[in-house]
């Protein structure tokens, strides 16, 4: 079998892996559940998993392979790791912010950056903002930072009106 992705993001669930993954494929287009694994009896002893129950589900989301573990309670997601939603339109940040966001946190967040339902975080952001960010023009990039630090979604307008200021 030849190796399609090299580097697969591998996500720790409680006992959500499954529902997890359904909700992701139901967000992202170019999105499917592709294998379930299951836990056997085998290794109780150790994983304490009933025979039957999910252990790990590969899923893709716009293409991009993902693995989802049912590994317990040990581990808990935090903002040290985020998944970046480049998108195109404001329409598409409206879209994503508001599925990623139903049932998750907002509230502690900025800059785009919110928590799902699952505590994942997610950053959704206009695909020109590092180019916003980044430009040869310190006035420029200070004004869209300005605006940015005061949003918690994002606004591309008011990210764009920012830039283009005299």
Same mark, same amino acid.
């Given at each position: 079998? /030849?190796?399609?992705?090299?580097?697969?993001?591998?996500?720790?669930?409680?006992?959500?892996?499954?529902?997890?993954?359904?909700?992701?494929?139901?967000?992202?287009?170019?999105?499917?559940? +592709? =294998?379930?694994? =299951?836990?056997?009896? #085998?290794?109780? +002893?150790?994983?304490?998993?009933?025979?039957?129950?999910?252990?790990?589900?590969?899923?893709?989301?716009?293409?991009?392979?993902?693995?989802?573990? @049912?590994?317990?309670?040990?581990?808990?997601?935090?903002?040290?790791?985020?998944?970046?939603?480049?998108?195109?339109?404001?329409? #598409?940040?409206?879209?994503?912010?508001? =599925?990623?966001?139903?049932?998750?946190?907002?509230?502690?967040?900025?800059?785009?950056?919110?928590?799902?339902?699952?505590?994942?975080?997610?950053?959704?952001?206009?695909?020109?903002?590092?180019?916003?960010?980044?430009? /040869? +023009?310190?006035? =420029?990039?200070?004004?869209?930072? @300005?605006?940015?630090?005061?949003?918690?979604?994002?606004?591309?307008?008011?990210?764009?009106?920012?830039?283009?200021?005299?």
């Amino acid at each position: 079998m /030849a190796i399609v992705q090299k580097i697969v993001p591998f996500l720790w669930f409680d006992s959500q892996a499954e529902d997890a993954a359904r909700f992701y494929v139901s967000v992202f287009d170019d999105s499917g559940i +592709e =294998r379930v694994i =299951r836990y056997g009896k #085998e290794g109780f +002893e150790t994983h304490g998993k009933p025979d039957g129950s999910v252990l790990t589900v590969a899923f893709r989301l716009e293409g991009q392979a993902f693995t989802a573990l @049912n590994g317990g309670p040990h581990f808990t997601f935090n903002q040290a790791i985020s998944f970046v939603v480049l998108c195109e339109t404001q329409a #598409e940040i409206d879209r994503y912010w508001d =599925r990623l966001r139903d049932g998750g946190d907002e509230t502690a967040q900025r800059c785009g950056w919110l928590k799902d339902r699952y505590g994942v975080s997610w950053q959704i952001v206009p695909a020109g903002l590092p180019e916003m960010l980044s430009g /040869a +023009e310190a006035a =420029r990039s200070g004004r869209v930072m @300005n605006a940015l630090l005061g949003m918690k979604k994002l606004d591309l307008a008011a990210l764009r009106q920012a830039f283009d200021a005299a």
